[in-house]
């Protein structure tokens, strides 16, 4: 069961209830454009289904609504970021937005991020520099949920990785991935359906492969990308790591298992290794390399090339990353977003508790 | 069978190979060493393994023993090099040297090349950073092998990356991966003892999964890390295109289906996109981000960490990344590097044909 709300709709209510808990309109604004990108894109997890896992920290007092972001140290090409507790949603277009001034400057930017919070979905912020001719990347740590390879600890996040490619006539390559075999969103599908989860996605407490969909909540962990040893999980486990150094050792954020978790019921390390949880940003010039026209041109046909590629299967052609999401965001732009009732129900609580009509 | 050379014996044979196909002195001291550092660190298919077929490139006139390395685009934090269609072993070394200048001037360096070749172990290249307090990044698209997921057609190499670290009393982070399920040398082990490959490796040329070893021979393909679609594989074709785009249609290189392959008996395409293989380097200081102690502290914490995480297996601890391929470079320089006959009798050829001793 699913209700439909268009796009406008759940701007205005989200960018109100934004204000309301305290932010400047400017920040209420780029929260909620960040937020509903990806409810368009298809990634219903990180959309307006978390809006209510933002109040609740709010409330408890773990994000700032009215967050000073400072540079706290600099070179021409990078920078680290204090995100003064701020939404994850304002402070990463904010980071995002200074690592491409730098590869303005001096043909590439990076950034990284301490003292911030859930950012939404990684490609969001990769795709800012694709409008200016630039490559754009973003990483976040995330809650412990993930084991590496050989433990049966929960020591990594999902981890993300962004990588957003403009072309010339064609749409921008963004590929945007969990350093997971699976998502925790797709779990969460399979949790509702009760049905079992694919063999490679998750371990059970005492680090066995299990196809239990509910093992992570039992004790369990997410696998990284490869699943097992045989099938390459130390790969996923060292992008994930790398995702997590970058983030949060670079930035003097939490990492590993100190990242504080998204859910307000539980409680942050009392002992934490750092400030809050970190991002990295990266934005390259694509005329530092060559000319701009010739890499698009070249984009153009490495796109081509791959997209008309011989398929396995005539009815399912090769994608080209960024292609599905975009078409969604098309759709959902102009015939709604549809939501799951327990979604609605939770904006409807909101809606009365901050008297905002949705 | 094997039979064990010290790592002087190989190197001083290596560089007088090198010198006899006319490398200058300089250069073919540091292609030895990117050669065998491949050997010390047990990844046996990219070290003297492949000399010989260096040489056939050479002797096929795909290789030029003395390039012209030249920087031909450039900004403060960027730059593309053209190899001149030199050995890949000395082109990489002289971008990441490159990369680490820049990162040296401006915070970060990032370096794209065309017109090489193959350039040995990604990892070495990324390791050259960090004995400067620099985080080290290498990659570099290679002979098409892998089908990105859904297509029948072999479009991406195995296009590794390398990511080193440095930390503090620990020993630096090193994770070098192809972005594949299985490398390709992993595969010619199981052929060799005519062994199945496990299922997520490789598919037949109908694009089916397959466990016969020889798959890739018989017109299939390996498969991006993930293995199949359920377990992620569209993640490392993500990544495997990541490495193709950032290496060669950044600098201008071939890419996809039209890199040149490294064995001399198949002709590289007769309608090149661009010229020779391409690389991607990049270095960032770590002060940089923060101040080098800072952040070598928490490094040492993260890795300390990971490594006494709680084992699913208590003889099989956690792994931190570069620390078994260390503890083989220590045990083969001490005791030395033990080689395959068919390996050996590629090298006493070379030796005759030069009138080099070995």
């Known amino acids: ?103 303005y400057d001096v043909g590439s930017g990076w950034v990284s991020v301490k003292n ?28 412990p949920l993930v084991a590496p390879t050989f433990s049966k600890e929960r020591l990594l996040g999902t981890n993300p990785i962004a990588v957003a490619i403009p072309a ?19 779990l969460e599908i399979l949790q509702r359906k009760g049905s079992e989860a694919p063999y490679g996605w998750i371990q059970d407490s005492d680090g066995q492969p299990t196809t239990n969909s509910f093992g992570v909540k039992d004790g369990g962990a997410l696998l990284p990308l490869g699943g097992d040893r045989e099938h390459g999980s130390h790969k996923g486990y060292i992008l994930g790591s790398v995702v997590d150094i970058f983030s949060a050792v670079l930035s003097g954020a939490n990492y590993g298992p100190w990242v504080p978790p998204f859910v307000s019921f539980l409680e942050p390390s009392q002992n934490p290794v750092g400030e809050g949880l970190g991002h990295f940003f990266g934005a390259m010039r694509i005329d530092a390399f060559r000319p701009a026209q010739e890499f698009k041109d070249n984009m153009d046909q490495w796109i081509r090339r791959f997209r008309d590629s011989e398929p396995v299967d005539p009815d399912q052609n090769v994608i080209i990353p960024g292609d599905p999401e975009r078409a969604l965001e098309l759709e959902r732009k102009r015939n709604g977003i549809p939501l799951l009732m327990t979604v609605v129900e939770d904006l409807y609580s909101l809606s009365e508790k901050f008297g905002i009509g949705l």
Chains 1, 2 share one sequence.
């Open 168 to 186: 010339g006539e064609e749409p921008p390559f963004v590929g945007d991935m969990a350093t997971t075999t699976a998502a925790n969103g797709k």
């Open 1 to 103: 069961m699913t209700r439909t709300f268009t796009y406008e709709e759940l701007f205005s209510f989200t960018v109100s209830i934004f204000k309301e808990i305290g932010c400047p309109q400017k920040d209420a604004i780029t929260a909620s454009r960040v937020l509903l990108s990806a409810d368009l894109r298809g990634v219903d997890s990180h959309g307006v289904a978390r809006l209510s896992g933002y109040i609740r920290l709010w409330e408890k007092g773990r994000i700032n609504a009215k967050p000073q972001i400072k540079v706290v140290h600099e070179t021409p090409s990078t920078a680290t970021i204090d995100g003064d507790a701020g939404l994850g949603l304002v402070v990463a277009p904010t980071a995002m937005e200074l690592a491409m001034e730098k590869a």
């Open 116 to 143: 911030s919070n859930h950012y939404g979905i990684a490609g969001y912020h990769s795709l800012m520099a694709t409008t200016k001719d630039m490559i754009g990347i973003s990483m976040t740590n995330a809650s």
